[in-house]
């Protein structure tokens, strides 16, 4: 006999479905939260809103976001579209003046990121891109010592030693004659984990020579997206009330105790030493000794310079690694643009007695039309993410954004419009030239984003995936083969823009 019926059954039933009614009740509590407001939004699911590609893996949360943004096309042209974040009301913003607003002018209305780890995280607390305000204000302040101009011509330095471990590395690989099949996204990872280990850590990490190094494990623990890390990451991003309960973490057990391990030895022979490399470990050495905290819950010790090192590590190779390799890989798909950019490189090493410095490097024209429109195509993270932490009201149209609603820019669906840019997947590099870059709407090109958050390591990335690209395009000639996709499939599973599968192409030596 059951407590509501005659049956235990139906007693489930009952229950079962009166759970199901309330979860979906729940669920869909806010779906009418856009349209209430006059803002065209996208018809959500419930209990998916309009994540449920993602949670199946048909697509990336970029690519959602993106598609979000492509519903505010058209003739009128709207200036931001809403949509759900599985019950959260979320905004995708397309008005570039609105998009200045928050970004630059209204920045303390949106100061933060929505994505957050918890205190508990220790290393990914301590990492700029997650950190809050105050904290976040004061080291940012702090890092961007290390990409000043002089730091950086120094710095170079080091990298050229590394790009001379690339051409011992590709030589290696006996690519004369017709050449061989390589996977560019892979000796790119392993460049630009070379590239950061000796100019942020001082240390010869030799991923090029050992791919089974540990530098190059821990780099693809903390971005090998299996569905579980793809489940928290996505979590961390985009339901960050999740985080604290389920004890989520950014960055894996096994990438934390090796950043922990390396950078305490590594701090402490240079401190036993007293060798200097003007390297971040020299700037972590300096924050030691002023005594000075970055905040009252917020000190510049242990795990928080842990975590300011994985950012190096993780932003480091991964971003730049994608830029160089997906810019390879155009190149070979495009040989007219490859012979001149070959061209304007080797008559710069010609008239540089063979040198590759930064001012030669940064005096490459067509070197950098090349890497900019790769980042077009390309964007590593093609998303900007802001929270409102207080009510606020878009001038433009009296919308009132409230307080912890995410809002959003999409980096795809702003470097794939045709209004922007004809042709938007066609690679040319000329979008960029002198006469035509101009023409592009400043905020219709975000790669490293805009305003007091936009990437303070911009420069440095740029002259890891120029050097890259250089030392490859400089002495061998790319074609596409039999493995190479003519449209490649983006990563679903990842957050940051990845090629589901590797980057293949045809290398062959030219004299």
Request: include cysteine; proline fraction near 4%; charge should be neutral.
């Amino acid at each position: 006999m059951g407590i509501l019926s005659l049956n235990w059954w139906l007693d489930f039933a009952v229950v079962f479905a009166s759970a199901i009614v309330a979860a979906y009740l729940y669920m869909t509590r806010n779906f009418n939260h856009w349209s209430k407001r006059n803002v065209m939004e996208v018809s959500p699911i419930p209990f998916f809103g309009n994540f449920l590609d993602c949670c199946l893996f048909r697509k990336s949360t970029s690519e959602v976001i993106q598609s979000v943004y492509e519903k505010g096309s058209g003739n009128e042209g709207k200036p931001y579209v809403g949509f759900y974040v599985f019950d959260k009301p979320a905004l995708v913003l397309r008005d570039h003046e609105i998009m200045k607003r928050i970004l630059i002018k209204d920045f303390d209305y949106f100061r933060d990121r929505f994505m957050r780890t918890d205190a508990s995280d220790t290393i990914a607390y301590g990492n700029l891109f997650l950190m809050r305000n105050p904290a976040w204000r004061a080291m940012r302040l702090k890092l961007s010592q290390f990409f000043s101009a002089a730091k950086l011509q120094r710095t170079f330095r080091l990298m050229v030693d590394v790009g001379e471990d690339l051409d011992r590395h590709l030589e290696a690989l006996k690519l004369g004659g017709t050449g061989r099949t390589i996977e560019v996204k892979e000796i790119a990872a392993e460049f630009m984990t070379d590239v950061i280990g000796s100019c942020a850590f001082g240390l010869r990490v030799n991923c090029l020579n050992n791919p089974d190094a540990e530098f190059r494990t821990c780099g693809k623990n903390m971005f090998q997206f299996s569905y579980v890390r793809s489940a928290e990451f996505t979590s961390i991003f985009f339901i960050p009330e999740l985080v604290r309960p389920l004890k989520l973490k950014f960055f894996s057990k096994a990438s934390t105790n090796f950043m922990r391990k390396v950078f305490t030895e590594t701090l402490n022979k240079r401190m036993e030493s007293g060798v200097r490399r003007d390297d971040l470990i020299d700037l972590m050495i300096d924050w030691t000794k002023s005594d000075i905290d970055i905040s009252e819950d917020f000190k510049l010790e242990g795990d928080s310079l842990v975590g300011t090192a994985a950012l190096f590590l993780a932003a480091g190779f991964e971003t730049t690694s994608t830029t160089m390799a997906f810019g390879l890989y155009e190149l070979a798909l495009h040989p007219d643009v490859q012979s001149k950019l070959r061209e304007e490189i080797r008559t710069a090493m010609a008239n540089n007695g063979g040198d590759i410095t930064y001012r030669m490097i940064n005096s490459l024209p067509y070197l950098d039309k090349v890497v900019s429109e790769t980042l077009r195509k390309y964007p590593s993270l093609p998303f900007l993410d802001r929270m409102a932490n207080t009510d606020y009201e878009v001038a433009e149209t009296g919308l009132v954004i409230e307080k912890g609603t995410p809002v959003y820019v999409s980096l795809l669906g702003l470097h794939y419009d045709p209004e922007y840019y004809p042709e938007p997947h066609k690679f040319d590099p000329e979008r960029f030239s002198e006469a035509n870059r101009d023409k592009i709407p400043r905020y219709a090109y975000l790669p490293f984003g805009i305003g007091p958050r936009s990437c303070v390591g911009l420069r440095l990335g740029m002259l890891q995936s120029k050097l890259g690209i250089l030392k490859v395009i400089s002495n061998y000639e790319l074609t596409v083969c039999e493995k190479t996709k003519i449209s490649p499939r983006f990563n679903p599973k990842s957050l940051l823009l990845g090629v589901d599968g590797g980057l293949f192409v045809n290398a062959r030596k030219v004299e």
